[in-house]
């Protein structure tokens, strides 16, 4: 056999003993080492061809003094490097055959150890020794074999349902499973990016894993961002989150009357909104794009007058724009702004601020577009000029007074002057008192004193919260 066939009996056969070992084998697949094996003798026979060629190069130029001399330095070039591999391998064969003999030995006296240990003990404490070792090299080799099968079966439980929708990063979907425990079946929405967008699912991950146990924001299930090829052969990156029955609650207004909602059911779901942005804050973050696209509406049952009723459950959801409070590192004049412009406030829309402020004028939005059904600036065909120059959007003229107390804080001209969201949770508007009072008769007579002493105080209340508009 030749020695390019690479076989057995070739000098650069280092896998069955017939000459020296080319490298560490111990942490090199058997793949690979057979790759490398095969490297390194194409790149030996091809430095011996070389040899060859200048040694013929040699002779037939004898004549040319400075050929010879050129094909000579080659050749000394080469003869070195020969040198200088043999004296590596050398160096090499002599440290693995130091680290097996010092395996070896660490081995023996590991083995010795062991039964010495075993001497010393009971024949049903020597049972239980060697039925546990069995039992935990049987546990080793079943799970290295179907390793790959149980991660299968982990995929398989998830079952697509339907298609949710799409946004700016990516896509929604529905997928539903069995618990395990009971056999009940769940639901969860797997949100996929591509490549693209990856680096924006990764940060919203990590955003959403700092709020676990929320209950005013979307939770996301598992423990990272999930990598799988599609049907085209191209990777997509995704999350698994709760399951918003209820959809958006811009779909969630669809389903009213000119997309109005009721007085109390505003006041209640501006509430729940204050809560989790109260909750984002504390944590040192601004949303960015709070609208209500990116709020979750979530059925359910709440025990009241004696009797269970339904109600919802907001929450906040996609945080791909959300950035630290007072960043501005991510500022571009290609993206002198992040978030949706009509619901975005005129200093970030203008200088790129980002604060507190920006998401509570975002929440005067959304609390306007729930009582007039409309988006803001939708008197203007959505043209942002009057923002530019520190407007507030229209106010319809039948809008509670406590109401359109609390959207002057929110539209307050300096981000400031909108407080935060705690202090927005102690206004009255939440609380639905203020406006009972003002459609009182100011003649009417109030035969109880203590009644009289607590319309005072609201009314009191009322003028403290005017007085910090002006």
Same mark, same amino acid.
């Given at each position: 056999?030749?020695?390019?066939?690479?076989?057995?009996?070739?000098?650069?056969?280092?896998?069955?003993?017939?000459?020296?070992?080319?490298?560490?084998?111990?942490?090199?697949?058997?793949?690979?080492?057979?790759?490398? #094996?095969?490297?390194?003798?194409?790149?030996?026979?091809?430095?011996?061809?070389?040899?060859?060629?200048?040694?013929?190069?040699?002779?037939?130029? @004898?004549?040319? *003094?400075?050929?010879?001399?050129?094909?000579?330095?080659?050749?000394?070039? $080469?003869?070195?490097?020969?040198? #200088?591999?043999?004296?590596?391998?050398?160096?090499?064969?002599?440290?693995? $055959?130091?680290?097996? $003999?010092?395996?070896?030995?660490?081995?023996?006296?590991?083995?010795?150890?062991?039964?010495?240990?075993?001497?010393?003990?009971?024949? /049903?404490?020597?049972?239980?020794?060697?039925?546990?070792?069995?039992?935990?090299?049987?546990?080793?080799? *079943? +799970?290295?074999?179907?390793?790959?099968?149980?991660?299968?079966?982990?995929?398989?439980?998830?079952?697509?349902?339907?298609?949710?929708?799409?946004?700016?990063?990516?896509?929604?979907?529905?997928?539903?499973?069995?618990?395990?425990?009971?056999?009940?079946?769940?639901?969860?929405?797997?949100?996929?990016?591509?490549?693209?967008?990856?680096?924006?699912?990764?940060?919203?991950?990590?955003?959403? *894993?700092?709020?676990?146990?929320? @209950?005013?924001?979307?939770?996301? +299930?598992?423990?990272?961002?999930?990598?799988? !090829?599609?049907?085209?052969?191209?990777?997509? +990156?995704?999350?698994?989150? #709760?399951?918003?029955?209820?959809?958006?609650?811009?779909? !969630?207004?669809?389903?009213?009357?000119?997309?109005?909602?009721?007085?109390?059911?505003?006041?209640?779901?501006?509430?729940?909104?204050?809560?989790?942005?109260?909750? =984002?804050?504390?944590?040192?973050?601004?949303?960015?794009?709070?609208?209500?696209?990116?709020?979750?509406?979530?059925?359910?049952?709440?025990?009241?007058?004696?009797?269970?009723?339904?109600?919802?459950?907001?929450?906040? @959801?996609?945080?791909?724009? *959300?950035?630290?409070?007072?960043?501005?590192?991510?500022?571009?004049?290609?993206?002198?702004?992040?978030?949706?412009?009509?619901?975005?406030?005129?200093? @970030?829309?203008?200088?790129?601020?980002?604060?507190?402020?920006?998401?509570?004028?975002?929440?005067?939005?959304?609390?306007?577009?729930? +009582?007039?059904?409309?988006?803001?600036?939708?008197?203007?065909?959505?043209?942002?000029?009057?923002?530019?120059?520190?407007?507030?959007?229209?106010?319809?003229?039948?809008?509670?007074?406590? $109401?359109?107390?609390?959207?002057?804080?929110?539209?307050? !001209?300096?981000?400031?002057?909108?407080?935060?969201?705690?202090?927005?949770?102690?206004?009255?508007?939440?609380?639905?008192?203020?406006?009972?009072?003002?459609?009182?008769?100011?003649? /009417?007579?109030?035969?109880?004193?203590?009644?009289?002493?607590?319309?005072?105080?609201?009314?009191?209340?009322?003028?403290?919260? =005017?007085?910090?508009?002006?």
């Amino acid at each position: 056999m030749s020695e390019r066939s690479g076989g057995c009996g070739s000098r650069g056969c280092g896998g069955c003993g017939g000459g020296r070992k080319r490298y560490e084998w111990w942490f090199v697949p058997s793949t690979q080492r057979k790759i490398h #094996e095969k490297i390194f003798m194409e790149w030996e026979l091809s430095l011996k061809d070389n040899l060859q060629n200048l040694v013929t190069s040699k002779r037939k130029h @004898s004549g040319d *003094s400075s050929s010879f001399v050129s094909l000579q330095e080659q050749l000394k070039e $080469a003869q070195q490097k020969i040198e #200088e591999q043999a004296a590596y391998n050398a160096h090499r064969d002599a440290k693995v $055959a130091a680290r097996d $003999a010092a395996h070896e030995a660490e081995h023996s006296r590991a083995m010795a150890e062991q039964k010495d240990k075993l001497e010393h003990l009971s024949l /049903a404490e020597k049972f239980h020794f060697h039925l546990t070792q069995v039992l935990l090299k049987a546990c080793c080799q *079943s +799970y290295q074999k179907n390793q790959s099968f149980l991660f299968a079966m982990v995929a398989l439980d998830l079952e697509f349902e339907r298609y949710l929708g799409k946004g700016s990063f990516g896509s929604v979907s529905l997928f539903k499973y069995k618990r395990r425990r009971d056999g009940e079946t769940l639901y969860a929405a797997v949100k996929t990016s591509g490549y693209k967008h990856a680096k924006t699912l990764y940060k919203e991950f990590q955003i959403l *894993s700092e709020f676990k146990g929320c @209950s005013r924001i979307v939770q996301c +299930y598992g423990n990272g961002v999930k990598q799988r !090829f599609n049907d085209k052969g191209y990777v997509e +990156y995704k999350i698994a989150m #709760e399951y918003a029955a209820g959809g958006s609650l811009s779909n !969630f207004m669809d389903r009213f009357k000119d997309r109005k909602l009721p007085d109390s059911m505003i006041r209640e779901f501006t509430r729940m909104l204050l809560e989790g942005l109260a909750t =984002i804050h504390e944590h040192g973050y601004v949303h960015c794009d709070l609208k209500p696209e990116n709020i979750l509406v979530f059925p359910c049952s709440v025990y009241k007058n004696g009797a269970w009723r339904s109600s919802y459950q907001l929450k906040i @959801s996609d945080f791909g724009l *959300s950035k630290r409070d007072g960043d501005t590192k991510w500022w571009h004049p290609r993206q002198p702004f992040a978030g949706t412009p009509i619901y975005m406030s005129p200093e @970030s829309i203008s200088h790129g601020e980002l604060g507190k402020g920006l998401d509570l004028w975002s929440l005067g939005c959304v609390v306007l577009e729930m +009582y007039t059904g409309k988006r803001p600036w939708w008197h203007t065909n959505y043209e942002l000029d009057e923002l530019m120059k520190c407007y507030e959007p229209l106010f319809p003229r039948n809008l509670p007074c406590d $109401a359109k107390l609390f959207l002057m804080t929110c539209f307050a !001209f300096e981000p400031d002057e909108r407080k935060d969201a705690l202090t927005l949770l102690r206004q009255s508007f939440l609380h639905g008192d203020v406006n009972k009072f003002t459609k009182l008769q100011m003649n /009417a007579k109030i035969d109880n004193p203590d009644d009289f002493t607590l319309q005072l105080e609201k009314l009191s209340q009322m003028l403290s919260e =005017i007085r910090t508009m002006c």
